[in-house]
């Protein structure tokens, strides 16, 4: 069943352009998410939810996982964050969000938090 708030179409065009310009973050983490490795679990990159576009996707688990660059190191970033994920979190998603240094630094821990956040059995 089609979900209104889940990739709209106006937004593909955007969303195939950050899939092929991911961050080096965003790459090195994909590459352990993608084709189910991680207990299973599908996930999906630059996926959109209402107007906003998410990093990666699990729709069974409903979990969301945000990564953060310099970027988002500033009080305007910070706040917009807050209110991207407040209104996210308010359609029955959860959203985690990660340093891009966590990613390469701390791979295992990442992935476990990930795991963590798991509600459903295993698929």
């Known amino acids: 069943m089609p979900n209104k708030h889940h990739n709209r179409k106006e937004f593909l065009d955007r969303r195939k ?5 991911l961050t080096s973050a965003e790459a090195f983490l994909w590459k ?3 084709a189910k490795q991680l207990e299973g679990r599908k996930f999906h990159k630059q996926h959109s939810i209402d107007w906003f ?7 069974s688990e409903k979990l ?9 190191m500033n009080p305007v970033a910070h706040t917009h964050d807050e ?4 209104h996210i979190e308010n359609l029955g998603l959860k959203v985690i969000r990660f340093e891009n240094k966590m990613v390469f630094e701390n791979l295992p821990s990442v992935l476990e938090e990930i795991k963590n956040n798991f509600t459903s059995s295993s698929l």
Not at 17 to 21: A, D, F, N, Q, T
Not at 53 to 59: E, L, R
Not at 64 to 72: A, F, K, P, R
């Open 32 to 34: 352990h998410l993608k």
């Open 17 to 21: 352009e950050l899939r092929k310009k």
């Open 83 to 86: 209110k991207r994920t407040e």
């Open 64 to 72: 969301i996982i945000e990564l953060d660059g310099q970027v988002h």
């Open 53 to 59: 576009i998410v990093d990666f996707y699990c729709p």
